[in-house]
């Protein structure tokens, strides 16, 4: 499976592309801010780095923006992510391709990403015309009670390496049909392809016209302090932050601390439950999917399955040979479906978790580096790990693709295991038992904020909330009603009679 790709023609991929979506030369080369692709490990480009004052100022910028775009009617606002859906459709292959090279999926990843960023467009301008309030029944006379939802202020978007731009499209088109301006802080990882998203909307904007006050959009450039501006300034009401559980604490205590609102979309340890009635092959595929895509580089992916006895043995053999046989590669020069971690700490994260997994009495199959375009990029063999228990490393969340397997005899201790962990993003269960897959469904079953049936955790659909309890945050967005985290809600009672009763059957005559 060796096929080499040089890092210069990467680096001259890169230039094309940027230079095809409007970005200058002087954008992605010179900089401070060195950018590898996890293809090779090898440097593709040297960013500018925001500096605090610059972000500052983009902050102020924003705030000012906002009074401007707040009072654009919302299907108005609507427009401009129309147009930005338009540009993405335009720009899909482009943009797909620097998702590949810069954070290391395989290509039909790399286009899905960007075609999760038109879905959310579309959902969005349809959503423009929608930001409904309620109408509610006074228990006064001549009374009328509602509420309405208003812009709240600029969003200020905080990402991870491995959505590099689906994240930010989830948010900042919710946002801007909501009346708010969006700074965003990529990942230091993948700062390439916020910048090419940001040309893209500035395309957009270019189209829609002077409506647009400068500064609704912003990219921050730079790691954890310039992501800290964002979210110490009681200038932005709303912080959505994605990553790591130990990023999450920090933000939400901070953004807390001055009363701002945080929508966390943190770590996951998601497991799927496969039942005696489940039809396993196609749980043997939904399993492959869920915990090798994306290099299990997804916060969805599939980290732990928990198999009835009856079945254990049986699915353990057909996981490990397509364990074994799946092709782990270059996403530019292969088909192969499992592309490289990210970098050299998480390749050593995964290997530290796969021995402590060893010394809590686990069997490790696979796991090892494979040689694909050497040294400075890390490529391993998916590892299967069957466990006595569900201790050490399987309570944690190891951003790598290892799966843990566990035997479990009755639906109540399987159900008990899915919930025994820290993090409640995704979970899911495979049966055709309608007891079992409602139990599941049920209050008393998963604790997740995704639960899904004959499937696996990974690869949500935009039209739901996204997002999960518990170390994940609590969070909720894209589709059903997470807008209304990016809106202020006021109610409103009117009086249009000629007397005054006071709620409650107070009495206060004077
Ligand atoms: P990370 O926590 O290292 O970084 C995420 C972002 O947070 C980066 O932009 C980083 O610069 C910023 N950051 C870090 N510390 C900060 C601080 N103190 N203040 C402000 N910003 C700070 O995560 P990562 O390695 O890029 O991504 C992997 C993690 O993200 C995994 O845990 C994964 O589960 C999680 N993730 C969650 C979701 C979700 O929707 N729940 C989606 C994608 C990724």
């Known amino acids: 499976m060796l096929q080499t790709v040089s890092a210069a023609s990467l680096k001259e ?47 102020a910028k924003a705030a000012e923006a906002f009074r401007q775009w707040r009072l654009v009617p919302a299907p108005r606002r609507g427009e401009l992510v129309r147009l930005l859906g338009e540009e993405l459709r335009a720009g899909k292959a482009a943009l797909g391709r620097l998702v590949t090279i810069e954070a290391g999926k395989v290509v039909s990843e790399g286009l899905g990403e960007v075609q999760e960023m038109i879905d959310i467009c579309d959902f969005a301008v349809g959503l423009s015309r929608q930001l409904y309030g309620l109408t509610l029944p006074s228990e006064r006379a001549d009374h009328r009670l509602a509420e309405q939802w208003h812009p709240i202020g600029p969003v200020g978007v905080i990402s991870a390496f491995n959505f ?171 088909e192969a479906l499992v592309g490289p971690l990210v970098d050299r700490a998480a390749f050593e994260g995964m290997q530290r978790a796969l021995a402590a997994a060893k010394s809590a009495g686990g069997t490790v199959h696979g796991g090892e580096r494979v040689d694909v375009n050497g040294e400075a990029s890390f490529y391993v063999r998916p590892a299967l790990v069957t466990m006595p228990a569900q201790t050490g490393p399987v309570v944690e969340e190891t951003f790598a693709p290892i799966l843990y397997v566990l035997r479990y005899e009755t639906i109540e201790e399987a159900i008990a295991l899915q919930n025994g962990v820290p993090q409640g993003l995704s979970s899911s269960i495979f049966a055709t038992d309608i007891r079992e897959v409602e139990r599941f469904l049920s209050a008393a079953g998963s604790d997740c904020g995704i639960a899904n049936v004959n499937m696996g955790p990974s690869g949500a659909e935009i039209g739901g909330a996204f997002g999960g309890e518990k170390e994940t945050g609590g969070g909720r967005e894209s589709g059903s009603d997470a807008w209304k985290a990016y809106m202020r809600r006021q109610t409103n009672a009117v009086n249009y009679g000629r007397s005054l009763p006071l709620a409650q059957g107070v009495k206060f005559d004077v």
């Open 13 to 59: 991929e890169t230039a094309t592309l940027l230079g095809s979506l409007g970005l200058t030369e002087a954008e992605f080369t010179g900089g401070t801010r060195e950018v590898r692709s996890p293809i090779t490990g090898e440097v593709i480009a040297a960013v500018p780095e925001t500096t605090p004052e610059a972000a500052r100022a983009a902050i």
């Open 164 to 334: 590099p731009v689906a994240v930010w499209s989830w948010n900042a088109a919710l946002a801007l049909v909501c009346g708010d301006p969006v700074l965003w802080k990529p990942s230091e990882k993948t700062p390439l392809t916020a910048l090419a998203t940001q040309a893209i909307l500035e395309k957009a904007l270019k189209r829609f016209g002077p409506d647009a006050p400068e500064g609704l959009s912003a990219v921050l450039v730079g790691d954890a302090a310039i992501g800290e501006l964002l979210v110490e300034d009681p200038r932005v009401p709303v912080v959505s932050a994605t990553g790591s559980t130990r990023m999450g604490r920090i933000v939400a205590q901070k953004v807390a601390a001055r009363f701002g609102r945080s929508i966390l979309e943190l770590g996951g340890n998601n497991a799927s439950i496969v039942t005696p009635s489940a039809d396993l092959d196609l749980t043997l595929r939904a399993v492959a999917f869920g915990a090798m895509g994306t290099a299990g580089q997804r916060c969805t992916t599939l980290r732990r399955l928990i198999v009835h006895s009856s079945v254990h043995d049986a699915l353990v053999e057909k996981l490990k040979r397509v364990y074994a046989t799946i092709s782990v590669g270059s996403p530019v020069a292969s």
